[in-house]
């Protein structure tokens, strides 16, 4: 009998996940259990994340056409994915699509 690896917890969380202006490269986000957003940049064909940051919602702002403030952090996203972040965030994270 072959071993068979533990399946991973799902989410409590919702993820959304955003198209950069890089082909491959995928910004993630999520908030934990005391409304703390973590954003990684991701690389999609190995999972690897690039960046890593913990911001709270009040340090995220639209900077320039696609793209996000998130502290000191300027993420280029592509066309309409920023304003779809900022739904997101309005809602307080509670979809993965940012719609309610």
């Known amino acids: 009998m072959a ?3 533990p399946t991973p ?9 955003l198209e950069t ?6 910004l993630r986000c999520s908030f934990d259990q005391k409304d703390m ?14 960046t890593v940051s913990a911001q709270t919602s ?3 702002r639209s900077a320039a056409t696609h793209s996000l403030q998130c502290g000191s952090m300027v993420y280029l996203l592509a066309a309409g ?3 779809r972040f900022l739904r997101w965030l309005r809602n307080g994270g509670i979809t993965p699509n940012g719609e309610n």
């Open 3 to 5: 071993a068979t690896s």
């Open 9 to 17: 917890p799902t989410s409590l969380r919702p993820v959304i996940e």
């Open 21 to 26: 202006s890089v082909r491959g490269i995928i």
């Open 37 to 50: 957003l973590y954003i990684a940049l991701v690389h999609l064909a190995s999972g690897a994340p690039l």
């Open 58 to 60: 009040d340090t995220i």
């Open 81 to 83: 994915e920023g304003d």
